[in-house]
T-cell receptor, first 114, second 114 residues
């Protein structure tokens, strides 16, 4: 069965600092992986996705994530945090090779302070 | 123009009442989903539908029912609401399998059951 673990329910960084949000997955087959962002009072918006092409995936708003099969990880990074990055971030996994459900992690709330 | 809309956006109701949450989409997607979001638990799948005649239970379907009235409409009902169904509810859509199962979310309905 697939599962997703996001380490750290809350992460706080200073404006301009590196953002690192951790995601580890378990999957019996090669997965597709996603990061979604939820801004206050809004739905989820796709940041980026891994679909077995390049292992380093670039998304919107300067975010990127690297798929590491040996570590079963898909951590999200941004070199320099902006105040507007404050939101909740969800990692999700879906096995490849046909339909299945998206399995979401519990989420990480990112706070950015001046 | 919102591609996935949900009504109502906020609802307060009492224990035992019947509630219907509605979702409409203009994306032309066949697949639709209902999730609930609870703090610290991420998103959990309630029901999903591949097309009008194909409806499936998710991981937490007890106490809920759905109706797929048309390709573009997918409603979630709570037959007799209880306080632990207080949550944020999201509708989502996706294209058929083979397109990574990327899902597109509505803005959410905040439901409070007193």
């Amino acid at each position: 069965a697939q599962s997703v673990t996001q380490l750290g329910s809350h992460v706080s960084v200073s404006e301009g600092a590196l953002v690192l949000l951790r995601c580890n997955y378990s999957s019996s087959v090669p997965p597709y992986l996603f990061w979604y962002v939820q801004y206050p009072n809004q739905g989820l918006q796709l940041l980026l996705k891994y679909t077995s092409a390049a292992t380093l995936v670039k998304g919107i708003n300067g975010f990127e994530a690297e798929f590491k099969k040996s570590e079963t990880s898909f951590h999200l990074t941004k070199p320099s945090a902006h105040m507007s990055d404050a939101a909740e971030y969800f990692c999700a996994v879906s096995p490849s090779g046909g339909y299945n459900k998206l399995i979401f992690g519990a989420g990480t709330r990112l706070a950015v302070h001046p | 123009d919102a591609d996935v809309t949900q009504t109502p956006r906020n609802r307060i109701t009492k224990t035992g009442k019947r509630i219907m949450l509605e979702c409409s989409q203009t994306k032309g997607h066949d697949r639709m989903y209902w999730y609930r979001q609870d703090p610290g638990l991420g998103l959990r799948l309630i029901y999903y539908s591949f097309d009008v005649k194909d409806i499936n239970k998710g991981e937490i379907s007890d106490g809920y029912s759905v109706s797929r009235q048309a390709q573009a409409k997918f409603s979630l009902s709570l037959e007799s609401a209880i306080p632990n169904q207080t949550a944020l509810y999201f509708c989502a859509t996706s294209r058929p399998s083979g397109t990574y199962n990327e899902q597109f979310f509505g803005p959410g309905t905040r439901l409070t059951v007193l």
